[in-house]
């Protein structure tokens, strides 16, 4: 019964810590203080606007958030040919957002999307140039996929810089032939420097994001300090397992 609903949903607010909220800014204070939050809050409006807003900061709020750091780039290296993927996704990316992609399972360069002009092509802003076809990308859940698997209806997960993210669909995946760049960057570690790569496209639409803002991977230089996301262990079908596993 109706009743019977209520006192479930009263039971479990008496064990959940609720905030009482006038609007969609008190209710994003309220999930972030103590870098906790509240489990809940209680919205007392009847305007369907506020309401709305509202239910995106809770969606926000429940989100992965993921503690990303700088890495100082020992080499930057042209490879030659190698198949290179684009994630050309079914959302509108930020200026601010992209995917993480790496060579090595524990270290995930951030790359931006493609939602900058550039003097020889227009903007792609759904699109994420991800490298090359043997690499990592970060799905939800925080597990990986190798770029070759990826199809159309896979879901990714879209980060920003400050490491809020999100997921989006997969609509195409494109796999040409393109000449590459060899980035490896150092990652200091409680065990000591550690050294992670990626192989990304030799083109000046490819973007990272370094210290100074976003940067070309052809402006890259040894010394940059790029984004990226850094855990140790290994991954076996692209879920984290606590082994020890050599990747280099």
Not at 21 to 39: K, P, Q, R
Not at 128 to 147: D, I, S
Not at 149 to 174: C, F, N, P, W, Y
Request: glycine fraction near 8%.
């Amino acid at each position: 019964t109706r009743s019977d609903e209520m006192n479930s949903t009263i039971e479990q607010w008496i064990d959940d810590l609720v905030a009482g909220v006038d609007s969609a800014d008190e209710a994003a204070t309220a999930f972030e203080t103590l870098e906790i939050g509240v489990d809940d809050v209680l919205l007392d409006t009847d305007d369907p606007d506020v309401i709305r807003e509202t239910v995106e900061v809770r969606d926000r709020s429940e989100r992965e958030r993921l503690d990303l750091r700088y890495a100082e780039v020992k080499q930057v290296e042209e490879t030659g040919a190698a198949d290179r993927v684009c994630i050309d996704t079914g959302s509108l990316l930020e200026d601010d957002e992209g995917m993480l992609v790496g060579s090595l399972s524990r270290g995930l360069f951030f790359v931006h999307g493609e939602t900058a002009d550039s003097p020889y092509v227009a903007s792609r802003p759904f699109r994420v140039n991800a490298g090359a076809v043997h690499a990592y990308v970060r799905t939800p859940e925080g597990e990986t996929k190798y770029l070759a698997e990826l199809q159309s209806g896979d879901r990714v997960q879209v980060a920003d810089t400050a490491g809020h993210t999100r997921e989006a669909i997969v609509g195409r995946v494109k796999i040409e032939k393109r000449p590459m760049f060899r980035v490896q960057a150092e990652v200091e570690t409680d065990d000591g420097p550690d050294v992670v790569e990626t192989l990304l496209q030799n083109a000046e639409t490819v973007k990272v994001a370094t210290k100074e803002g976003r940067k070309a991977v052809t402006d890259l230089e040894a010394g940059d300090e790029v984004l990226l996301y850094y855990e140790e262990g290994g991954r076996h079908f692209g879920e984290k397992i606590e082994e020890s596993i050599i990747e280099k």
